[in-house]
């Protein structure tokens, strides 16, 4: 081992108050192996406590330490005569209070194990919702801002805070965190060569803590070496065995006596155990402003392209009501949207629709000829700042006009009358399986418990460039092909022998079996397509990929987004007249 190790002069200029995330309370062994006084044994423990002071009052607190605040403390409530301290109060003197308990320890004598508690007034005021040993924030995409560990026993060792979140609840409370915190660094050898300390020993101190290391030489088990061990033994002489219930009064010289003896405690093998400890005592100083409990006004940190020539603004300018200016982004800021959790889209018209990152804060957008998003910059300017940073790293100059379908729905209030391919697609899968069941008494499609998933991800945008396209025709194949119930088909329409008919072939026979008056093969046509598509990304040659986009109507020659509506609309199309076939109603050449 090295003496660096058990120094961690690295670690004591580290301040933890730094860190990303606060270790509130903590008492936990963060590594440990082999056994304790025997060659190879290491361990490294860390422990934390703090405590939430008023500004006013941080003089008193500077005189808290390990002891006072560390692990070791618990919170507890108190009555008095007059008076009572709750829980999450802590006093330094009797019926004086000097600051807030962020985690509150409680034991239950032994009946079961204990339990850490996060303060409800942080879980509260900041829109917290816990998942298990995690605490979540809904209102920003379900930002992880508080954790619960656990060791090996189940037993809870350490709950950490993001700091950017503690920092805003400080300063809303006009409140710094007290922390304390403690690291001890342990081994066993056999050869203690390396270490240089005077004396074995080393002490440094400063204004915010100290070091102690220390090296001694042991019995192998970490006992002393060659110790005395003194045995003492006392019993009573009044026993008797022949009285049912005996009683037995008070011991004295008449009724007891004793015996004793000592003996030196050899060690057979010596050991070097080595250890280093620091103590450190730190402030968390609150936020400059607390934008999320107090709503603070802070300066605009997200920029827009408003013009042609490159001019850039911020919510200082833009968000008002009545500030008419369009904005434009590249089409993947909708999927970098929706793969955030809590997120929605839903579509109004053939191209607009609403995306929310956050319940309540819609977006309207729309889509305009060469697959940019369009967005009224006052809906984007009154979103969260850190919702506007997502959205300006798409943001690009204007190209093209604004969507059309936008415009007549806010500028003219007449919305178009069109639909989007993505609902269009939702509602034909719903169809079909109904035709079906109606006709045969069975839905077409299998259920899978990754439907829903796969249909949120099947939209346009996806189609961003080539490698997307075909991945959003995998994701339509997955819902439509791959879900064919080939089983039932095959009940109705049997394949002769020495015929092999997968699942689009099936339900071509199917179809063709319900009305001969259809041509069956051209209303398969686009999911056949899609189908082939799925096998672009395995270097299918360049002819069969062009019959593939020509069998899935898809123009190669538009931007890809475009294409990627193209492509879902061509499956809502072919899954409704196939729809309208099993139903009895005439296909779309009638």
């Known amino acids: 081992m090295e003496l660096e190790w058990f120094e961690m002069r690295t670690t004591r200029r580290r301040p933890v108050s730094g860190m990303v995330?606060?270790?509130?309370?903590?008492?936990?062994?963060?590594?440990?192996?082999?056994?304790?006084g025997y060659p190879g044994f290491s361990q490294e423990f860390f422990g934390s406590g703090s405590l939430a002071v008023p500004l006013s009052?941080?003089?008193?607190?500077?005189?808290?330490?390990?002891?006072?605040?560390?692990?070791?403390?618990?919170?507890?409530?108190?009555?008095?005569?007059?008076?009572?301290?709750?829980?999450?109060?802590?006093?330094?003197?009797?019926?004086?209070?000097?600051?807030?308990?962020?985690?509150?320890?409680?034991?239950?004598?032994g009946a079961v194990p204990p339990e850490w508690h996060l303060n409800l007034d942080?879980?509260?005021?900041?829109?917290?919702?816990?998942?298990?040993?995690?605490?979540?924030?809904?209102?920003?995409a379900f930002a992880e801002v508080a954790k619960l560990k656990r060791g090996a026993d189940g037993r809870p060792n350490c709950i950490e805070v993001k700091a950017e979140f503690l920092r805003d609840y400080l300063a809303a409370r006009h409140m710094a965190l007290r922390l304390t915190w403690y690291r001890q660094r342990i081994a066993t050898v056999s050869d203690a060569s390396f270490v240089t300390w005077a004396d074995r020993q080393l002490f440094e101190t400063n204004s915010d803590g100290r070091f102690e290391g220390r090296c001694w030489k042991a019995g192998e088990g970490g006992e002393p070496l060659d110790t005395g061990v003194a045995v003492?033994?006392?019993?009573?002489?009044?026993?008797?065995?022949?009285?049912?219930?005996?009683?037995?009064g008070p011991e004295s010289s008449d009724n007891t006596d004793y015996e004793s003896h000592s003996f030196i405690r050899e060690s057979e093998r010596t050991v070097f155990m080595i250890e280093g400890e620091v103590w450190r005592d730190e402030w968390v100083e609150p936020a400059d402003?607390?934008?999320?409990?107090?709503?603070?006004?802070?300066?605009?940190?997200?920029?827009?392209?408003?013009?042609?020539?490159?001019?850039?603004?911020?919510?200082?300018?833009?968000?008002?009501?009545?500030?008419g200016k369009y904005l434009w982004f590249r089409g993947q800021v909708v999927p970098n949207i929706l793969q955030r959790r809590g997120s929605t889209m839903t579509w109004y018209t053939g191209n607009t629709g609403g995306i929310e990152l956050t319940a309540g804060r819609n977006v309207h957008f729309g889509m305009n000829g060469l697959g940019l998003i369009n967005v009224y910059a006052y809906d984007v300017c009154r979103l969260p700042d850190w919702q506007q940073q997502i959205w300006a790293g798409f943001n690009v100059s204007p190209e093209g006009k604004v969507s059309d379908e936008l415009l007549a729905a806010q500028m003219q209030t007449r919305p178009a009358r069109t639909y989007a391919p993505e609902r269009l697609f939702a509602e034909s899968l719903d169809e079909i399986d109904k035709s079906f069941a109606d006709k045969f008494g069975k839905p077409l499609l299998r259920s899978?418990?990754?439907?829903?998933?796969?249909?949120?991800s099947v939209h346009r945008f996806r189609s961003f460039d080539h490698g997307g396209l075909l991945a959003l025709a995998k994701d339509v194949a997955r819902l439509t092909a791959d879900r064919i119930d080939v089983i039932q088909l095959h009940a109705i329409v049997s394949p002769t022998k020495g015929e092999m008919w997968r699942s689009l072939k099936s339900l071509e026979k199917v179809v063709g079996s319900v009305n001969s008056g259809v041509d069956p093969r051209s209303l398969l046509a686009p999911l056949v397509g899609i189908y082939e598509l799925r096998l672009g990304d395995a270097h299918l040659p360049a002819d069969q990929i062009d019959e593939a986009f020509q069998l899935a109507r898809i123009g190669r020659s538009?931007?890809?987004?475009?294409?990627?509506?193209?492509?879902?609309?061509?499956?809502?199309?072919?899954?409704?007249w196939i729809s309208e076939v099993i139903a009895g109603r005439p296909g779309p050449q009638s």
């Open 21 to 36: 995330w606060i270790p509130l309370r903590s008492y936990s062994t963060i590594s440990q192996q082999g056994k304790y």
């Open 448 to 456: 899978h418990q990754s439907t829903a998933e796969i249909l949120r």
């Open 289 to 323: 402003k607390s934008t999320r409990i107090r709503g603070d006004e802070v300066p605009p940190s997200a920029f827009f392209i408003t013009d042609a020539s490159g001019a850039r603004e911020s919510r200082a300018t833009l968000d008002h009501e009545d500030v």
């Open 57 to 109: 009052q941080r003089g008193d607190a500077e005189r808290l330490r390990w002891n006072d605040i560390g692990p070791s403390h618990e919170q507890r409530s108190h009555a008095f005569r007059e008076s009572y301290k709750p829980a999450d109060i802590y006093q330094y003197q009797d019926e004086k209070d000097l600051g807030v308990e962020l985690v509150l320890y409680q034991s239950f004598d």
């Open 122 to 140: 942080f879980v509260i005021s900041l829109g917290l919702y816990r998942e298990g040993d995690t605490w979540v924030c809904p209102d920003e």
């Open 558 to 576: 538009r931007p890809h987004v475009i294409q990627g509506g193209q492509l879902i609309m061509s499956a809502a199309w072919s899954l409704h």
């Open 232 to 248: 003492f033994r006392s019993w009573r002489t009044d026993v008797d065995d022949e009285i049912d219930v005996p009683t037995f």
